[in-house]
């Protein structure tokens, strides 16, 4: 049996809650819309989050893409990373981070012209 359900976002909250969060935290911070912003919007969440945020995660390449489609400039942050040359060539191309879990060995491996310089505390294998 189905409910009827409904979400309601207030978008000041939702701005002034990540301020504090920042201000607490003292650092930068990316905020997670993975899952459509858990079922609130990523696209929503991410324009009105654009001037506070400095950045956004995504669980998925997919969502990634969506939302440099939508317009989305932000730096993108894919949690689950990217498996595959093409995968890897559309990370390089939309301008992803992305997570590396493998080792040095295996990010050798990856094509030529993904960069890959950009991890500073990354040990060798």
Known sequence: MSRPARIEIDVAALRHNHRLLRRVHGGRVLAVLKADA????AERCANALAVEADGF?????DEAA????????AALLVLEGVFGAKKFDTAAREHWWIVVRSTMSQLRRAPS???TAATPNARPA
């Open 113 to 115: 012209r993904t960069n």
């Open 38 to 41: 858990y079922g609130h919007g």
């Open 57 to 61: 995660a995504v669980a998925f390449g």
């Open 66 to 73: 969506a939302l440099r489609a939508a317009g989305v400039r």
